[in-house]
């Protein structure tokens, strides 16, 4: 028995008596899944969270997994990861949300105006009441994920000019260190090695392992690459892999290796896959090969052959010189053969001989002007001898001795000159100083205010007051009586 849910909302059906067929996409639930509510016998209120509660219940039942097809718009990325997005056609629209661990699984980037395929499971949003599709998987419709994405970073890196012609760098001559970034299980670092010992025994081959699929193995060989471009003397470096389909090739179509690639100090050869397999790392490599055993081929030449071309080389310069050499003497001799230059031998002859004659008095006036500054060089080396500069500073230090002994005894005496006239000056002042006669019993007397020396008893009257100034002190005196003799 189907319940009333069963059936299409219609704003103009009744949903008791319409009897429209079911969605073709979500699967038919039995009675079971779903129980018939019962008609109640009373009137039954719900709140808004009840009835949103049990509508989400029959839509999270009924459409476990659909897909949806339609057009992306209001599409974004959230701090927390999490993508919220509208998928529509041209009646319709239904709001979307995809949560971060499906979204870091994708391998294109969604934008609006992209169409679309989607598989999730239909929900209601109950703070807004709105249904949901909540997205477990999305695809471009029509086109696949990894295509898009390989287009989306191509265009991306081509912009930025990682794919220009100007930026790639020649392969070195001769290598002598190779740097190899490939897994140990595959065959194409046995390719490799084969290639390289038999073409050039005597390189140097540095192997950084690294996984080549698989999730992580993007980041496994941008630190690779990044750690082989630091081994001192590394000249080339070869990355790549055997053959496999596109998702075992994906790990080369990252953006991550891309820019390592880019990033490498030393130029690169991209190995990947066999010669209809191309990937993004094929675009920015330095060269690319189509096959790891070609990639050994093209870092390397035959030892043989540049052996060989070194052989060519040589020959072919000793046949110009000998060629150009036999031109040289022909003209010679036709020069020899002009009546202008008969007895040119002979005239030659005598310029040599003049020449030895200039060479053997230049030699002689050489030697002359050598031995007169010799002996120049002898007089004035022993004129220096005889001047003996130590003696004259013993001479110099004795004179200076003699003089400072001179001078010490003439400041000895002058100071005691100077001393004893000092001291004469000094008993002369203490004998004529007046503290020495009042020392001797004698005083001065003052007036009140120490003014005026009194010398005349006339000069004062009875009752005045007088200071009269001892060897040792001074005294306040009254003047009771005055005589005058």
């Not at 000019?161 to 100007?166: N, R, S």
């Not at 060989?221 to 990355?239: E, K, M, T, Y």
């Not at 094929?282 to 540049?306: I, Y």
């Not at 006239?421 to 004529?432: G, V």
Request: glycine share 8%.
């Amino acid at each position: 028995m189907n319940s009333q849910f069963d059936l299409l909302f219609e704003d103009d059906a009744d949903p008791l008596t319409t009897t429209a067929p079911v969605v073709a996409e979500a699967p038919a639930i039995s009675s079971a899944t779903v129980p018939a509510p019962e008609m109640p016998s009373a009137r039954r209120i719900l709140t808004v969270s009840e009835l949103t509660g049990q509508i989400r219940a029959l839509l999270e039942n009924r459409y476990v997994e659909v897909w949806v097809e339609g057009e992306l718009s209001n599409s974004r990325v959230w701090t927390t990861g999490h993508m919220y997005f509208t998928l529509k056609d041209g009646g319709a629209q239904l709001k979307g949300v995809m949560f971060r661990s499906a979204v870091r699984a994708l391998r294109f980037e969604p934008r609006d105006g992209l169409r679309v395929v989607a598989r999730g499971r239909v929900s209601v949003y109950d703070p807004k009441g709105e249904y949901q599709i909540v997205c477990e998987h999305l695809e471009p419709e029509g086109l696949g994920a990894l295509q898009l994405a390989f287009d989306q970073l191509k265009q991306r890196l081509s912009a930025e000019g990682l794919f220009d012609a100007d930026r790639k760098r020649p392969l070195p001559a001769l290598p002598r260190k190779i740097g190899v970034v490939t897994s140990l299980d595959g065959a194409a670092v046995r390719d490799i090695i084969h290639v390289l010992r038999r073409r050039y025994p005597n390189a140097h081959i540095i192997l950084r392992p690294t996984r080549v699929q698989g999730d992580g193995a993007a980041q496994e060989i941008a630190r690779a690459l990044a750690a082989i471009g630091q081994v001192p003397g590394v000249d080339v470096v070869i990355v790549g892999r055997g053959g496999g389909s596109i998702e075992d090739l994906w790990a080369f179509n990252e953006e991550v290796v891309a820019r390592a690639i880019a990033g490498c100090p030393v130029p690169t050869i991209s190995a990947v896959g066999h010669e209809t397999d191309v990937t993004i790392a094929d675009f920015v490599a330095d060269l690319r090969a189509p096959t790891p055993s070609a990639a050994a081929e093209m870092v390397v030449a035959r030892k043989d052959d540049v052996g060989a071309r070194i052989d060519r080389l040589a020959q072919r310069a000793s046949t110009s010189l000998d060629a150009r050499l036999r031109r040289h003497e022909s003209r010679l001799q036709a020069v020899l053969a002009r009546p202008g230059y008969a007895g040119v031998q002979g005239r030659v002859a005598m310029r040599g001989r003049h020449a030895a004659e200039l060479t053997h008095q230049l030699r002689q006036g050489l030697r002359a002007r050598v031995a007169t500054c010799e002996r120049a060089y002898q007089a004035l080396r022993l004129g220096l001898e005889t001047f003996d500069l130590r003696r004259r500073l013993g001479g110099v230090r004795t004179r200076l001795i003699e003089a400072d002994g001179r001078l010490a005894g003439a400041s000895a005496h002058a100071r005691h000159r100077a001393d004893s006239r000092l001291r004469s000056a000094a008993a002369r002042l203490h004998a004529l100083s007046p503290l020495a006669v009042l020392g001797r019993g004698y005083a001065v007397c003052w007036n009140a205010d120490r003014t005026v020396v009194i010398r005349d008893s006339a000069a004062v009257a009875t009752g005045d007051r007088l200071r009269v100034t001892l060897a040792q002190g001074e005294l306040d005196c009254d003047v009771i009586n005055r005589s005058h003799d």
